[in-house]
């Protein structure tokens, strides 16, 4: 994938498309949460578990029989997401939960995704944005007063490695978390732990070094490689180049909280 893919697919009606909406998540954000995926994703990470998320259209895959073909992914509108979302308000008052939007990238879709905080505002429910950061400034300009809390993948500080790995540069996605920083937003850094990728020391230390210059950020969360996605890179017929490679031990994990911890971080495994 090109590092100057898009950054967005503008559309101008309140509508979107999204290709999962999962109740009672409780690793997205705090308390009971409703998350609502939405499609399309400017990245193409290797070890990505969502590879549905990443085409911004419905697309037909094999099912698990490699028999027949099934769609993936929906036109919907605001209200009909609200519709679902409002089926669970008492989770989320009891829970102090809400709603958190990922995806693939929600930013991709910013009118809809615009649309969906305000509407998530009028119900008082708090929301979480589960993002790459690969986006234009303008566009999280658009929706940033109405997020309560960002869920900021961060995976590697070094720009031709990134661009190896995900795609695309790593400069619009420092700079956007600068800024939010230095606004005071509510961010919680994700970092996605691939073996012999985004753990290798030399990364660490430079992911460490570049966020010890952020104003409020001090919060991440690990999130351990895992396998659970492979099966629909076979049903999109997409090569997978991360077949062989197995998820970090406990060992290093420890290794990095206690890594991240010493250098002033509050640092959790999976968030
Ligand atoms: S940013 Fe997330 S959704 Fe997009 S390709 Fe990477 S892992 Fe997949």
Redesign the pocket.
């Given at each position: 994938m090109e590092a100057s893919r898009k950054f967005e697919v503008m559309k101008t009606k309140s509508k979107g498309v999204i290709f999962d909406i999962k109740k009672y998540a409780l690793h997205d954000g705090p308390g009971i949460r409703t998350t609502v995926f939405l499609k399309g994703?400017?990245?193409?990470?290797w070890?990505?578990?969502?590879?549905e998320?990443?085409n911004p259209e419905p697309e037909r895959i094999w099912n698990n029989q490699n028999t027949q073909r099934e769609i993936i992914g929906r036109e919907v509108s605001v209200d009909e997401v609200m519709a679902e979302i409002e089926k669970d308000l008492i989770f989320y008052d009891e829970s102090n939960g809400g709603v958190t939007f990922s995806?693939?990238?929600p930013l991709m879709q910013p009118v809809f995704l615009d649309h969906l905080l305000i509407a998530c505002q009028e119900q008082d429910l708090s929301t979480t944005l589960d993002t790459?950061g690969?986006a234009s400034w303008e566009t999280i300009e658009r929706i940033k007063e109405k997020v309560d809390i960002f869920l900021y993948?961060l995976k590697m500080i070094d720009d031709t490695k990134h661009k190896k790995y995900?795609g695309v540069s790593v400069v619009p996605i420092l700079s956007n978390l600068k800024k939010l920083d230095l606004e005071g937003k509510n961010i919680i850094i994700r970092l996605?732990v691939i073996s012999g990728i985004t753990d290798t020391e030399e990364n660490i230390s430079q992911l460490i070094k570049w966020t010890s210059h952020l104003q409020i950020v001090k919060e991440i969360n690990l999130l351990p490689f895992h396998k659970s996605g492979f099966s629909k890179y076979i049903k999109l017929n997409r090569e997978n180049k991360l077949l062989d490679l197995d998820p970090p031990s406990q060992e290093r994990l420890d290794q990095l909280l206690d890594t991240f911890r010493s250098n002033g971080f509050t640092a959790t495994i999976g968030g």
């Open positions: 994703c400017p990245l193409n990470c070890w990505c578990h969502n590879p998320g990443q995806g693939g990238e790459c690969y993948d995900t996605p």
